[in-house]
């Protein structure tokens, strides 16, 4: 039982990840991730109406091959700049690179439909994620105090970055 474990987890985290369009088929299993990742998480129809918005850009992540999603980005679009709304992988897959993959395939789309600049808040404690947008070029350019509920009642601050895309 042990190598069967050993072998899921190390085919994991080297595994190719694939990220494709989410639409409102994929609520459930979005929802479900985005519960489990923050204090207040949106439930399935919150996460439907996001889908079908027009002015929403959503990519879902996956293992090459496989259908089932393992994390999302959701952006809304304005004009020429867009805000992210929501990224999140579930814990399982956290640090196995998928984040990465999502990330490029999401800006990728959101450049497809003109956006010239990208924002987002991020909670200052998520070290991870701050790496993460980091390495695709966003830069912190303000600070949100108390703005993130945490599961344990306390409210954390957020980075406010951005990137420019040229």
């Not at 609520?27 to 079908?52: K, N």
């Not at 959701?74 to 929501?86: F, K, P, Y």
Request: aromatic share 10%; hydrophobic share 50%; net charge neutral.
């Amino acid at each position: 039982m042990f190598w069967l474990w050993f072998w899921e987890s190390w085919f994991d985290r080297t595994a190719d990840w694939a990220a494709a369009q989410a639409d409102a088929g994929d609520a459930d299993e979005l929802a479900a991730i985005h519960v489990a990742s923050f204090a207040r998480g949106w439930d399935v129809p919150e996460m439907e109406d996001l889908l079908r918005d027009r002015a929403v850009i959503a990519c879902k992540l996956m293992r090459e091959g496989r259908a089932k999603p393992f994390g999302f980005a959701i952006s809304r679009i304005a004009g020429d700049e867009a805000e992210v709304l929501s990224v999140a992988v579930a814990e399982s897959r956290r640090g196995s690179g998928g984040g990465a993959t999502l990330m490029a395939r999401h800006l990728g789309r959101l450049a497809g439909h003109g956006v010239r600049r990208v924002v987002l808040e991020v909670d200052e404690d998520n070290g991870a994620a701050i790496a993460l947008y980091r390495r695709f070029g966003f830069v912190e350019v303000g600070k949100r105090k108390a703005y993130y509920a945490r599961k344990d009642g306390t409210r954390g601050a957020a980075k406010v970055m951005a990137l420019e895309m040229r």
